[in-house]
């Protein structure tokens, strides 16, 4: 958070986003809302029910819950806004982490058909160099 707040100083006095300390997130002007959520225990629980146009995840391989926090709360919150999620990690420590096994699958598999043959999914991946090699057993 100390990021973004160096980050909003500088911004424009008329776009700059009001600080909620207690409630983890930034209000703009306009209405628009950068909210902060951990992604373990019960981050579902408090970005549950939010309409969401874009989410993103950082160090997802590292979520032990990451399908519940995605499927539960995340991909639902895209829904009515046709949102995008975000999903970014350094390699996992296991091959099996679901980061792997489901999401980079279908990012790859997205990639590689076209998009007449099926429209890509809502997910985005931000590419990193990683293989499944690079991933610790």
Known sequence: APTLQRLF????ADIRPTHHV???RWVFPNGSEIILAGGEKD???RIRGLKSHLVIVDEAGFISRLEDL???AIRPS??????RIILISTPPTSPSHPFVTRYMAEAQAAETSSETERP???MVFLRL???LSSIRP
Do not use: F, N
């Open 43 to 45: 981050a579902g629980d």
């Open 22 to 24: 207690k409630d983890h």
């Open 78 to 83: 895209t829904i009515h806004t046709k949102g």
């Open 9 to 12: 100083a500088e911004c424009p």
């Open 129 to 131: 160099s990683m293989s």
């Open 120 to 122: 890509l999914p809502r």
């Open 70 to 72: 995605v499927e539960g």
